[in-house]
């Protein structure tokens, strides 16, 4: 009994939760909202909502660049630049 009350006020992170994060690293995201890093918040559109996120690089974001997510913190995806911005990319919702 005690362990099931246990498990209920300290969750682990489900495996549902962790493969959800696994499907969105290296997905691409649009920034909109200037992301100034590293670690400076802004907005990026994803999966077809907006997203508040982070830059990992020392780098700036601009809206209508493309970015691509790099792990997750809570609800903040956490974004690094195009490595190759001279490549083509199309954006996909």
């Known amino acids: 009994m005690f362990k099931q009350i246990?498990?209920?006020?300290?969750?682990?992170?489900s495996s549902q939760g962790?493969?959800?994060?696994?499907?969105?690293?290296g997905k691409e995201a649009k920034v909109e909202l200037t992301i100034v890093g590293?670690?400076?918040a802004g907005r990026?559109?994803?999966k077809g909502s907006w997203w508040p996120a982070r830059c990992v690089k020392d780098a700036t974001l601009v809206p209508?660049?493309?970015?691509?997510?790099?792990?997750?913190?809570?609800i903040t995806?956490?974004?690094?630049?195009?490595?190759?911005?001279?490549?083509?990319s199309v954006y996909l919702n």
């Open 38 to 40: 590293p670690y400076q």
């Open 6 to 13: 246990k498990s209920i006020l300290l969750p682990t992170q």
């Open 64 to 74: 209508g660049e493309v970015c691509y997510v790099v792990g997750m913190n809570n």
């Open 44 to 46: 990026v559109y994803y």
């Open 77 to 88: 995806l956490l974004v690094e630049p195009d490595p190759d911005p001279t490549e083509a």
């Open 18 to 25: 962790s493969k959800r994060l696994l499907n969105s690293i």
